[in-house]
């Protein structure tokens, strides 16, 4: 069965440290992947795709992700936290085909500690 | 400014009465929309697809009786939570593709419902 596992529910760093969120997939073939966030009683925001171009993905707000086929993960990271990034932050993979098929994660918790 | 306006943003009401929500496109044709529940720390789930002048298709243990949407324009769809209850409560977010690139939603900003 197809799958997306954020391995985190809850990551807590200090504000100018680095930020790892961690997602990995399960997948019969390549799927695009998405990173939303989305901060208390707001709808998501888009921070950054994968769609089989460069494996390196750059998003908003200094948000980096790195599509790995070999390990099938797609983690995300930030250099430098900062306290406006403490949010919910959800991996989605779709598998193509209708909308409806997409998978979302569990979501990972990001505190951020001045 | 937002693709997707949701509103209300917060909504209170007594058991037994309907609240409805809408979700509204902004400069652009929405012929989809999904709506999604979400409980506190979980994620995202799915209750339908409603698209433009057709029926809405219903995810499997979701009473479409009990959920009534309508998506009778492009431009807007309305989620109605039929005789609510408690356990209905919840945060209910909408979205609908933004491009050819299937995954890729914008969201409405969600709407907290409380059911006292």
């Known amino acids: 069965a197809q799958s997306v596992t954020q391995l985190d529910s809850h990551v807590s760093v200090s504000e100018g440290t680095p930020v790892l969120l961690r997602c990995n997939y399960s997948?019969?073939?390549?799927?695009?992947l998405f990173w939303y966030v989305q901060h208390p009683n707001k709808g998501l925001q888009l921070l950054l795709k994968y769609t089989s171009a460069a494996t390196l993905v750059k998003g908003i707000n200094g948000f980096e992700a790195e599509f790995k086929k070999s390990e099938t993960s797609f983690h995300l990271t930030k250099p430098s936290a900062h306290m406006s990034d403490a949010a919910e932050y959800f991996c989605?993979?779709?598998?193509?085909?209708?909308?409806?098929?997409?998978?979302f994660g569990k979501g990972t918790k990001l505190s951020v500690k001045p | 400014g937002a693709v997707v306006s949701q509103h209300p943003s917060w909504v209170i009401c007594k058991s037994g009465t309907s609240v409805k929500i809408e979700c509204r496109s902004l400069d652009f044709q929405a012929t989809t929309m999904f709506w999604y529940r979400q409980f506190p720390k979980q994620s995202l789930m799915l209750m339908a697809t409603?698209?433009?002048?057709?029926?809405?298709?219903?995810e499997q243990g979701v009473e479409k009786d009990k959920f009534l949407i309508n998506h009778a324009s492009l431009t807007l769809s309305t989620l109605t939570v039929t005789s609510a209850h408690p356990e209905d409560s919840s945060f209910y977010i909408c979205s609908t593709p933004g491009t050819s690139i299937a995954g890729e939603l914008f969201f409405g900003e969600g709407s907290r419902l409380t059911v006292l």
């Open positions: 997948s019969s073939y390549s799927p695009s």
């Open positions: 989605v993979v779709s598998y193509g085909g209708s909308q409806g098929n997409l998978i």
């Open positions: 409603s698209n433009e002048g057709s029926k809405a298709t219903y």
